[in-house]
């Protein structure tokens, strides 16, 4: 089965520790993305990438990073530079489809906790 | 700026319709998505507008007006399932999706 899946599911972080949060495609998608989503707001872009070796900052990517060194995977790491790293992470996927414009497929999500 | 406005909440019966509006303003427009999004799930696309006029898909239908900046997901004969968030998101010029707050509807029997 084609699909994006995000490890783990549920993932706690100490203070001044860096988290790093998978998200793996099958899909043979060219663009892959990260997102965060808080209560009360939508979703908003930490990072994308088109294409392999290569990445752009998002609207929040201060203390975030990421790679991009295989079609498949796109890793985001959450930094102790992020101080407000509690919330659902989301990576999504996306390619040109039966003219569907290149929609966006999301994985599972990550939820991040702060101890 | 850019900004997309829906509402908070609705409510509805089961096997009613209802129609969730959605009004943006963007810097260029390549396309209108609605997504579905159950309470701690990921958004699962439902629907794609890029041209004037309504789009077809079962029990959901979307409504475009790029002169307006104005879209509608209309769901009819509701069910109980159909209890979740629906994200209307516009990719602008830069080709990144813009996502508006979500609209969290509640199916009653």
């Known amino acids: 089965d084609g699909g994006i899946t995000q490890s783990p599911k549920y993932l706690f972080r100490k203070e001044g520790q860096n988290v790093t949060l998978s998200c793996e495609q099958n899909?043979?998608?060219?663009?892959m993305y990260w997102y965060r989503q808080d209560p009360g707001q939508g979703l908003r872009l930490i990072y994308y990438?088109?294409?392999?070796?290569?990445?752009q900052k998002g609207d929040i990517a201060e203390g975030y990073s990421v790679s991009r060194e295989k079609k498949e995977s796109f890793p985001l790491t959450v930094t102790s530079a992020q101080k407000n790293p509690t919330a659902f992470y989301l990576c999504?996927?996306?390619?040109?489809?039966?003219?569907?414009?290149?929609?966006?497929?999301f994985g599972p999500g990550t939820r991040l906790l702060v101890l | 700026g850019q900004n997309i406005d829906q509402p908070t909440e609705m409510t509805a019966t089961e096997g009613a319709i209802v129609q969730i509006n959605c009004t943006y303003q963007?810097?260029?427009?390549?396309?209108l998505f609605w997504y579905q999004q159950h309470a701690g799930e990921a958004p699962t696309f439902l629907s794609y507008?890029?041209?004037?006029g309504l789009e077809e898909k079962g029990r959901f239908s979307s409504f475009l007006s790029r002169s307006k900046g104005y879209s509608y997901l209309l769901l009819k004969e509701l069910q109980m399932k159909d209890s979740a968030s629906y994200l209307c998101?516009?990719?602008?010029?830069?080709?990144?999706?813009?996502f508006g707050t979500g609209t969290r509807l509640q199916v009653f029997p």
């Open positions: 899909l043979n998608h060219d663009a």
């Open positions: 990438s088109q294409i392999v070796n290569d990445f």
């Open positions: 963007t810097s260029g427009f390549n396309g």
């Open positions: 999504a996927s996306s390619g040109v489809e039966g003219g569907t414009g290149e929609t966006q497929y």
């Open positions: 998101a516009v990719r602008g010029s830069t080709d990144k999706l813009i």
């Open positions: 507008n890029v041209l004037d």
